[in-house]
């Protein structure tokens, strides 16, 4: 579990929060396209404001994640510590998880390097 953890930390960090970020700022430039032509996009802002919400709560999660990782450690025996992961370390990976999926399915492919879940499905 421990091995999973950093796991989900180093993916956060290398390819998720980078993906999202880069699609974030290709929507903003957008926007101030909008803006320069007087027009708006009701669409568009609702997406970078779904994108920021969802990165808000990746970074969140992990941060919840490297807290409870620290913690788990810190316990005096292997049975406090195998309860810590199992009780604190696996709940902080569902909010890393649901930020994770959110945002999958909302940035734009040319920005997400890892492969999504329907591409996995439909491997020839």
């Not at 390819?15 to 320069?36: F, K």
């Not at 970078?48 to 999660?61: N, Q, S, T």
């Not at 649901?98 to 909302?106: K, R, Y």
């Amino acid at each position: 579990m421990e091995i999973e953890a950093l796991l989900y930390e180093e993916l956060a960090h290398t390819h998720i929060l980078p993906a999202a970020v880069a699609y974030q700022r290709q929507l903003m430039e957008t926007l101030e396209g909008y803006g320069e032509l007087k027009l708006r996009s009701k669409g568009t802002e609702a997406l970078v404001r779904a994108v920021a919400e969802h990165i808000d709560a990746l970074v969140e999660g992990v941060e919840r994640l490297r807290k409870a990782l620290h913690k788990a450690e810190a316990q005096p025996s292997i049975q406090a510590r195998a309860r810590a992961y199992q009780e604190q370390v696996r709940e902080a990976f569902a909010a890393i998880r649901a930020a994770a999926d959110a945002l999958e399915l909302l940035v734009d492919d040319a920005c997400w390097k890892l492969p999504k879940y329907r591409e996995l499905l439909f491997i020839r």
